[in-house]
Each structure stands twice: as structure tokens, then as C-alpha cells.
């Protein structure tokens, strides 16, 4: 409900300015969206951030999981802000954020002091891998509305998939240049937990078990292990061909079930840039990832625990 709201008041408030040039309309529907974003995470208690196609999905739907167990609630409901809250007040407010429009809002693009008094868990993931991902989402997936308002590629162009991993308005530069802030910034933050995409494949129920420590509910074993097993690879397509999350609207839905590039479940392998490009373009990414790319992360060099790469503190306590 709260969804249709603001999609509302979006619509509304767009339909009265339509005069505005295509420039203007952009910057106001950003900064729109950016004020919801501010006020969503005023009142969270975690908040959730990730570039797209970092594996946020499977993580919101492991934590739904494990919600849904504990507190009764029904099979269909994904975790969104305080939908859970609302109907049980032991459930945390949880924001889920690709950290896009906020800044068009706040101002505050150049470093991440409107995330300093909430607890954040930092999702990654290999960059080459994340724009490959991009590449299927803009695509088969992504709305025409957000690839004008995000600077993606026309709807039609005609571009490679190594162009557009490489060009800067949505490729590689872009996910580094948004890595390497937060990476800059972490340290100032007041609760941090890093949990990397790779490490999420090789141990689920670790990482998971991690993130709800931090957010300041624990999990039991048995409870880690069925959020893990409903999360699978195979029954998260079963449920986005079912359309099981339709209340969610399109983020675990496809429209074309025929189509196996058009699931926001596609490949889930971790390293798979690889398999679409050639030698000369896989040594061209690696190189600019190595001079470009903070080590922060643990993928400019030899693989990083999770429990070394950042963690500001192990647990995190609601705002006030």
C-alpha cells in the first residue's frame, strides 16, 4: 500500500508539471523518488544497500523466510520496510536500498553522512559480474521510465554486451565509482556490516546468520536452514513464474517465462562475466578493475574473509 502511495503522488505531482522540458521532469521525479528514500530511511531501523543485480533479492527473500516462520505471517509477504513491522512490532524496520535517488534529494552526493546514524548492511558483488547482470536487466526487465531517468541506453540501441559493460553510464565505472564511495565512507559510519555475494553463494546460512546478528535478531539453526532452502536457486524461479510475490509488484515477477535472460533469478554463478566475452575483453575488464577498484571489497586481490573485509561492529542497534 505504501508503494501505490508514493507511486501516486509521483504520478500526481509529475502530471502537473508536464510542461516542464524532459531534463526538468528527470531531475523532479529524482528528487521525488529521493525524498521517499530520505523518509524511508529516517524511520528504518537497518537499512539495506546494494548496487542492483548484487543478489539484494535472494537476501530479502532469505530474511522474509525466516520471518515468515517466526512470526506466522503469510507465505506471500515480502519483507518491505514496516509491511512485516506492522503486523508483528519484533520484526525490525528494514529498508532495502540501491542508494540511486537519495543524494537528488539530500544533495549530499559526494559522501554518505545521510547514512551515518543507521546501521547499514553493505551487500557487493563482483563488478563485472553486477554489470553483466545490468546488462540482461536493462535489457529484458528494465522499464522504459527508469532507463531515461538512470541514463541507461535508449530502448532500442543497438550495443554489445562488453559496450555496455565498459561505457560509463551504466557499466563498470558507474558500480566502481558507487563501490569505491562507500568504501571511503565506511569508516565513518556507525554501524557497518559488509556481506559480499560470493561469500552468500559458497554459505548462505553464514552469511544469513550474520546479517540477522547484526540487525539484532538472531536466528536458530532451523530457521537459518529452511529460509536457505525456500531461497534456492530453483524455488526462487519456481515463485517468479508463479508470480508468488505479485503483491511486490514486478521485482520478483517476469514477463516472459519462456525466456530464461528475462528471470530476476537468471544464472546465479558467481564469475560468470567470463562466459560472454573474449580473452582480449576478460584481461581488459580485470585490468581496469585492478587499477580502478578499492581493495576494500576483496576483489582486486586474493580473496578476503568476510569477517575481515568490514564490520564496523557486530551488532547494530535500532535508531532512537
Given at each position: 500500500?505504501?508503494s ?40 528504518c531501523d ?43 512490532s ?16 539530500t ?5 554518505k553522512s545521510d ?6 548492511v ?16 536493462w535489457?529484458?526487465?528494465?522499464r ?16 554489445s554486451i ?25 569508516p ?6 559488509l ?6 553463494r559458497?554459505?548462505p ?6 546479517v ?7 536466528a ?12 534456492s536457486?530453483?524455488?526462487m ?5 508463479q ?10 515477477t ?25 580473452p ?37 542497534e535500532?535508531?532512537?
Amino acid at each position: 500500500m505504501r508503494s501505490v502511495i508514493e507511486t501516486l503522488i509521483r504520478e500526481a505531482t509529475l502530471l502537473c508539471c508536464f510542461f516542464l522540458p524532459p531534463e526538468r521532469r528527470i531531475a523532479l521525479e529524482r528528487r521525488i523518488r529521493g525524498r521517499f528514500e530520505w523518509q524511508k530511511l529516517r524511520g528504518c531501523d537497518v537499512v539495506v544497500v546494494s548496487f542492483g543485480k548484487s543478489g539484494r533479492t535472494w537476501l530479502r527473500v532469505m530474511m522474509s523466510r525466516l520471518y515468515q516462520l517466526r512470526h506466522g505471517l503469510p507465505d506471500q509477504m515480502l519483507l518491505q520496510y514496516d509491511n512485516m513491522h506492522r503486523r508483528n512490532s519484533a520484526v525490525p524496520k528494514v529498508h532495502y536500498s540501491h542508494d540511486n535517488y537519495l543524494k537528488d534529494y539530500t544533495g549530499h552526493d559526494a559522501d554518505k553522512s545521510d547514512y551515518r546514524d543507521t546501521p547499514v548492511v553493505l551487500l557487493a558483488r563482483h563488478p563485472a559480474d553486477t554489470a553483466v547482470s545490468q546488462y540482461f536487466q536493462w535489457k529484458y526487465r528494465m522499464r522504459s521510465r527508469k532507463k531515461k531517468i538512470n541514463d541507461y541506453p535508449d530502448e532500442n540501441a543497438d550495443i554489445s554486451i562488453y559496450d555496455f559493460v565498459m561505457q560509463s553510464d551504466a557499466g563498470l565505472p558507474k558500480i566502481v565509482d558507487f563501490m569505491n564511495l562507500w568504501a571511503r565512507e565506511a569508516p565513518k559510519l556507525q554501524a557497518l556490516l559488509l556481506v559480499r555475494y560470493e561469500d552468500m553463494r559458497a554459505d548462505p546460512g553464514e552469511a544469513l546468520v550474520r546479517v540477522m546478528e547484526f540487525i539484532g535478531t538472531p536466528a536458530t539453526a532451523e530457521e537459518i536452514q529452511e529460509a536457505v532452502d525456500f531461497a534456492s536457486v530453483e524455488n526462487m524461479r519456481k515463485m517468479e513464474s508463479q508470480r508468488t510475490f505479485w503483491l511486490s509488484g514486478s521485482r520478483m515477477t517476469t514477463k516472459d517465462t519462456s525466456n530464461p535472460n528475462a528471470y530476476k533469478v537468471r544464472r546465479a554463478k558467481v564469475g560468470g562475466w567470463r562466459d560472454y566475452f573474449e580473452p582480449e575483453e576478460i584481461e581488459a575488464v580485470e585490468r581496469y578493475l585492478t587499477e580502478n577498484l578499492d581493495p576494500f571489497f576483496g576483489y582486486a586481490g586474493p580473496p578476503v574473509r568476510p569477517s575481515t573485509v568490514a564490520e564496523t561492529e557486530t551488532t547494530a542497534e535500532a535508531k532512537p
